[in-house]
């Protein structure tokens, strides 16, 4: 989906702080909550990971851009916990009162009032899927994607929409994370590696940037 989560290729953030990149944890609740996401999709809250990435991408946008990595994952496993009916919203925020929290604190879970159906757990290990279809492209087509704002959950960052690449390696099929995080099934696709070059991408010279794309987010740059 669009939204503030988007932030890659955008300007006016600054440079990428890697102070401290090198550890894991950088406090014991960033621990915690790291087991929490193997326990709350262990109790079915969820079944792969599209879902839970898509959770994190509808929390608040303020705690998005101020609760920091773990922060993040904590309202997306919050939010996810709630629409499975396995914790309300209120029995966290208690719990949470409990622990010396203030009811005016900034709550980053947004659960929706009629969630997406769960669906099927994955029907292999991995993402990688075999299908029938032939491939549309082929290495070397230019391709581009339609500058379309979506509210459902995609792999195609906001910087690439609408922009002029050059397919460069192709990877078969894999689970299309657009339906398979709404519980509307793995539906595989083929995923392409495209390359962009900066000036196309940011009207700079010098460098280029590879993305993996799924096919439905392609279209002939040729016939445009």
């Not at 406090?27 to 879902?51: I, L």
């Not at 920091?68 to 709630?82: A, C, P, S």
């Not at 099934?185 to 495209?194: D, K």
Request: aromatic share 8%.
């Amino acid at each position: 989906m669009n939204g503030v989560h988007d932030l890659g290729g955008k300007p006016g953030y600054g440079r990428v702080d890697r102070s401290g990149a090198e550890t894991v944890f950088h406090d014991r609740w960033e621990a915690k909550v790291f087991a929490m996401v193997g326990a709350g999709s262990a109790a079915g809250a969820w079944s792969n990971t599209d879902r839970f990435r898509h959770a994190i991408e509808r929390i608040d946008p303020e705690a998005y851009l101020t609760h920091g990595y773990y922060g993040r994952w904590l309202g997306g496993v919050e939010t996810l916990l709630v629409e499975a009916g396995i914790v309300s919203q209120e029995e966290i925020t208690l719990r949470a009162v409990a622990q010396g929290a203030s009811r005016k604190d900034l709550i980053a879970a947004k659960p929706s009032q009629s969630p997406d159906p769960l669906g099927q757990p994955p029907s292999a290990r991995g993402s990688d899927r075999t299908i029938s279809a032939a491939p549309k492209f082929n290495i070397g087509d230019q391709v581009i994607s339609p500058a379309t704002v979506v509210s459902h959950h995609t792999r195609l960052p906001e910087y690439a929409m609408g922009k002029r690449g050059e397919i460069v390696m192709h990877h078969d099929a894999w689970v299309f994370p657009d339906t398979n995080a709404h519980g509307k099934g793995e539906n595989p696709q083929h995923l392409y590696t495209v390359r962009y070059t900066s000036e196309v991408l940011w009207n700079k010279p010098g460098f280029a940037v590879c993305i993996d794309l799924f096919e439905p987010y392609l279209e002939s740059a040729d016939v445009r």
